[in-house]
């Protein structure tokens, strides 16, 4: 038997200071709060970075970033990674090593529209760009994709209202 990864024990010696992020450490865009946290390992290094959602004062959600060097136990932050004109949260950020990219896929449901951005190696955590719209015409929240035996399989869910979010995927 293994130990949970959610055990206690596994960090009694925890140095990690909580939070690691507060909307008081976003300095390029006065922040209300921070929300929806997504952790990323940049490709052949032991660089983590942390997307988020940041909302200002005129309630506009950005993507905000922070980067770790030590394996998650400080952070700093980077800057606001991804901005529309439009609120964005729930930032689902991936690497795919065919094209050698990484993506990302922000809830957008404000636009009613699912984004794909995506970002070079080299720009990597910024330089992000549309790379393709891949659905339209409806409220879509909170999705993500998984790949599995080579297909790609895209979830969203559709509800607007909050009494029916738990109703489907």
């Known amino acids: 038997n293994y130990p949970s990864p959610f055990s206690s024990s596994l960090c009694k010696n925890n140095k990690i200071s909580n ?37 200002d004062y ?47 896929i922000p809830e957008s449901h404000r636009s009613k529209s699912i984004r794909l951005y995506e970002a070079d190696e080299e720009n990597f955590p910024f330089g992000w760009k549309l790379g393709k719209v891949l659905l339209e015409d409806n409220f879509y929240q909170d999705s993500g994709v998984v790949q599995y035996h080579d297909v790609w399989y895209l979830f969203t869910t559709t509800t607007i209202q909050p009494s029916d979010w738990r109703i489907e995927l």
């Open 19 to 55: 939070p690691i992020i507060h909307s008081d450490h976003i300095n390029d865009i006065p922040s209300m709060f921070v929300a929806d946290p997504f952790i990323i390992q940049k490709d052949s290094t032991k660089e983590l970075y942390i997307f988020f959602e940041a909302l």
């Open 58 to 104: 005129a309630f506009r959600g950005f993507i905000g970033v922070a980067v770790s060097f030590d394996n998650g136990f400080t952070w700093k932050y980077l800057g606001a990674a991804l901005e529309e004109t439009f609120h964005l949260s729930f930032p689902y950020v991936f690497y795919d090593i065919l094209s050698k990219k990484y993506y990302m």
